[in-house]
């Protein structure tokens, strides 16, 4: 055998690892900003959060398309012998292999980047009340103080441990320059969400072309099955 055809092999398994390895930080990536997204607004809007779960899921769907490549890329290197003289995985196997699994792996690590930002810009818009708010920051800048909802101290009603964190953002609000709006003031926006929405499925689809592209890899011609 000559020496590219023993290095067939490495370059098989160099595929399947970036296949999975890549994808999956594509995936981690959106799913930390997203879920930090989520963390953020459990706070204030709570009724909220199931509804924008959306970003996280649709982040960690790009892992599955990097394990789906690898496991593909992996079973396709088995060889008739234990020996790697007498296999028959090939140099334009491995190459073609490295190939796929560097498309599925870069095209989801950057649909994990692009959904990270669209789906913390989403939660954001969703949750965001009415438009007349005033100062730089939104909602989400806004931190939890005065405690949280389940401190209420013995004689204290369950309210009142609330009003009191509500009072306590208004007046960190009004020293930083944020204006926070009454529970009662802020409502979903659905306009925002069904933009978000159809925003992180053209990102999802990033990933999507890589994975067909790294499909029609596997299938070149060379392959012994």
Not at 91 to 117: E, K
Not at 168 to 196: C, D, F, I, L, S
């Amino acid at each position: 055998m000559e020496l590219a055809d023993r290095l067939a092999p490495l370059l098989g398994v160099m595929g399947a690892v970036s296949s999975i390895a890549l994808s999956a930080s594509g995936a981690a990536n959106g799913t930390f900003k997203c879920g930090e997204a989520l963390s953020a607004i459990s706070v204030t809007h709570p009724k909220q959060v199931m509804k924008c779960m959306v970003t996280v899921v649709i982040a960690g769907v790009l892992g599955l398309y990097g394990i789906t490549d690898a496991v593909l890329i992996s079973s396709r290197m088995g060889c008739p012998t234990t020996a790697w003289g007498q296999c028959s995985y090939k140099f334009a196997d491995g190459c073609a292999h490295l190939a796929s699994g560097l498309s599925v792996g870069l095209a989801c690590l950057v649909a994990g980047r692009a959904i990270g930002h669209i789906g913390v810009a989403g939660i954001k818009a969703t949750v965001a009340g009415h438009h007349g708010r005033s100062g730089p920051g939104s909602d989400l800048d806004v931190p939890l103080l005065g405690g949280g909802h389940g401190d209420a101290q013995p004689g204290q009603s369950a309210q009142q441990p609330q009003q009191a964190n509500a009072q306590a953002q208004e007046g960190y609000g009004q020293q930083h320059g944020y204006a926070v709006k009454p529970a009662q003031q802020r409502h979903y926006n659905g306009t925002a969400y069904v933009v978000m929405v159809l925003n992180l499925i053209f990102a999802e689809a990033l990933g999507l072309y890589g994975l067909i592209v790294g499909l029609c890899f596997l299938g070149q011609p060379g392959q012994q099955k």
